[in-house]
C-alpha cells in the first residue's frame, strides 16, 4: 500500500454548511487500536521507519540475564588482574591501589558537583585536582621516605626533598589555599565553599585511608591482600547466606541485608581467614616487609619474620582428667590467633563503610557512585569497606604485631639529621674500626679513610 504523501488534504463528508473541514472525532487509543487489529498494515508487516528503529523491549529476566553475565565477566577479569599484581610485585600492587583512589575520589566528588555552576566557575575542577595532587605527594612522600631512607638520604638530589618534605608539602598545599580564596566570586560563596569542604572529606575519607593501605604493602603482602581477601570473603557469604535463610532485616539504610546473612558470613569468614592465612604463612614473599620493589613471587623476599608468624608451643594452664580425652598442649602461631580479630572487624565493623556510601548515595540520590566497572557501578561501591578495613589492618598491625628495632635507615637519617659534619667523621671512624677488628673489611680501608680525613 503506497504511503501517503505529507501536507495533503482530504475533504471530508458531512462538512458544516459553513465550509469548514469537521475534525476527525477518532481518539489516539481508538487509531492505535485500529492499527492493531487484523488486516492493519502493523499486523500485516508493514511498519513504518520509527516502528522499524525500534527494538523490542527486553524482559525483567533479559535484563537480569545480561547484567549477570556483564558482572560476572568483568568479577574474573578483576580477578585474573589482581593475582597477576600481587604475583608480579608490590609496585604493581601499589599501582593498582593508586589507579583505585584517583577513580574513587573523581567519583565522589562528580556526585556533589553541579556542571552550570562548575562551567561559570573556571578552576572548581582544577583546584579538586590540585588538592588530591598534593595531598598525594605528601602522603605517598612520608612512605617512600620512611621504607627507603636509606637510598634517599645519602643521594644529594633526592636528600633536600626528603628532610623537607613536610615543609614543600604544606607550601604546596598553601598555593592551593590561597588561589582558593583568591577565586571566590560574588553569588557562588556557598557552592564554591561545598566544593571545598566536599573535596577535603573525600581526600580524608579516600585518599587517606588508601595511604594506609600502601603502607600494608610496604610491611608485608599479607597484610594487604588478607585484609582485601577477608572482605571480598565475607561480602560474598552475606550474599549466600542472605538469600539461603535470611529473614531478619539489619538495618534500614540497606533493606536488602539482613541478620542471618551477616551473622552466617562472619562464621564462615572466620573459617576462610583461619585456613588461607596458614597457607601464606610458608611463604616469605608474602610475610617479609619490602626491601627491593623489584622483587616478585618468582624471585622471592629473604627477612627474619615476625614473631607472630612462628609457632609456639602453648599449654592450658589446668591438667584435665584422662578420660577426656583432649590435649593439654598446643602447637600454633600467633598469627591464627590475630585473624580472629581481623576476621571479626571484616564481618562486623567493615559493612558499615558500605552503609555509609549507601545513605551517602540516598542522600544524593543516585543508585551507583559511577560507571567505572561494567556490570558491578563505581569504583567506590566495590572499595567502599575496603578503605575502613586497610585503615584498620595498618592501626591494628602497628600497635599490636609490629616489631620496631633499629634499621640502617633509622641510624643514617639520625647521624645526617642529629650530627655535625664533624662528628658524622667520628661516627665514620669509629665503625671503620670496628670493621677491622671484626675482620670485615681491611685495614687498608681504614688507613686510607684516616688520610682523607686529615686532609680535611
Known amino acids: 500500500m503506497a504511503r501517503p504523501r505529507k501536507d495533503v488534504k482530504f475533504q471530508h463528508r458531512g462538512s458544516g454548511s459553513n465550509g469548514k473541514v469537521r475534525r476527525p472525532s477518532s481518539s489516539m487509543s481508538e487509531i492505535s487500536e485500529t492499527a492493531s487489529e487484523p488486516g492493519s498494515p502493523t499486523r500485516n508487516g508493514t511498519l513504518t521507519k520509527t516502528e522499524t528503529a525500534e527494538a523490542p523491549p527486553q524482559s525483567e529476566y533479559e535484563k537480569k540475564k545480561q547484567t549477570f553475565i556483564t558482572r560476572t565477566i568483568w568479577t574474573l577479569v578483576m580477578i585474573a588482574i589482581f593475582f597477576w599484581a600481587m604475583f608480579a610485585g608490590h609496585i604493581y600492587i601499589i ?26 566557575l573556571r578552576f572548581t575542577k582544577a583546584l579538586n585536582w590540585y588538592f588530591l595532587g598534593t595531598f598525594m605527594y605528601f602522603l605517598y612522600g612520608e612512605s617512600v621516605i620512611y621504607y627507603f631512607k636509606h637510598i634517599l638520604l645519602i643521594d644529594r638530589i633526592l636528600l633536600p626533598l626528603a628532610t623537607h618534605h613536610r615543609f614543600i608539602s604544606f607550601m604546596l598545599y598553601l598555593i592551593g589555599f590561597v588561589f582558593f580564596v583568591g577565586s571566590l566570586q560574588k553569588g557562588h560563596y556557598k557552592f564554591q565553599f561545598q566544593q571545598f569542604a566536599w573535596t577535603h572529606m573525600a581526600l580524608f575519607l579516600i585518599v587517606g585511608q588508601a595511604h594506609f593501605i600502601i603502607n600494608n604493602i610496604f610491611e608485608g603482602m599479607i597484610w594487604f591482600f588478607l585484609p582485601v ?56 614473599y608474602f610475610i617479609c616487609p619490602v626491601n627491593d620493589l623489584g622483587a616478585s613471587f618468582f624471585t622471592g623476599l629473604e627477612c627474619d619474620p615476625n614473631p607472630v608468624f612462628i609457632p609456639y608451643k602453648y599449654s592450658l594452664p589446668v591438667e584435665l582428667p584422662e578420660w577426656t580425652h583432649v590435649p593439654t598442649t598446643f602447637i600454633f602461631a600467633p598469627m591464627q590467633l590475630h585473624i580472629l580479630v581481623f576476621a571479626t572487624f571484616a564481618s562486623l565493623i567493615a559493612p558499615f563503610g558500605g552503609f555509609f556510601a549507601s545513605g551517602l548515595k540516598r542522600t544524593f540520590k543516585i543508585k551507583d557512585f559511577g560507571d567505572s566497572i561494567p556490570g558491578h557501578g563505581g569504583m567506590t561501591d566495590r572499595m567502599d569497606c575496603q578503605f575502613i578495613m586497610g585503615f584498620f589492618a595498618f592501626m591494628y598491625y602497628s600497635s599490636f604485631i609490629a616489631t620496631y628495632k633499629t634499621s640502617v635507615g633509622g641510624v643514617i637519617e639520625a647521624a645526617i639529621t642529629g650530627l655535625t659534619p664533624e662528628e658524622q667523621m667520628e661516627v665514620v671512624r669509629g665503625l671503620s674500626k670496628h670493621l677491622v677488628n671484626q675482620g670485615v ?11 682523607q680525613m686529615r686532609r680535611r
Open 95 to 120: 599501582i593498582i591501589v593508586t589507579a583505585v583512589q584517583i577513580i574513587s575520589f573523581k567519583e565522589v566528588i562528580a556526585i556533589a558537583n553541579v556542571p552550570s555552576r562548575a562551567r561559570s
Open 229 to 284: 581477601s577477608l572482605v571480598i570473603t565475607n561480602d560474598i557469604f552475606a550474599y549466600i547466606c542472605g538469600i539461603t535463610f535470611g529473614r531478619t532485616p539489619l538495618i534500614k539504610i540497606s533493606p536488602k541485608k539482613t541478620w542471618e546473612g551477616f551473622l552466617g558470613a562472619w562464621f564462615f569468614t572466620i573459617l576462610f581467614g583461619i585456613g588461607f592465612t596458614n597457607v601464606m604463612m610458608r611463604y616469605k
Open 441 to 451: 673489611v681491611p685495614e687498608a680501608v681504614l688507613e686510607y679513610l684516616s688520610g
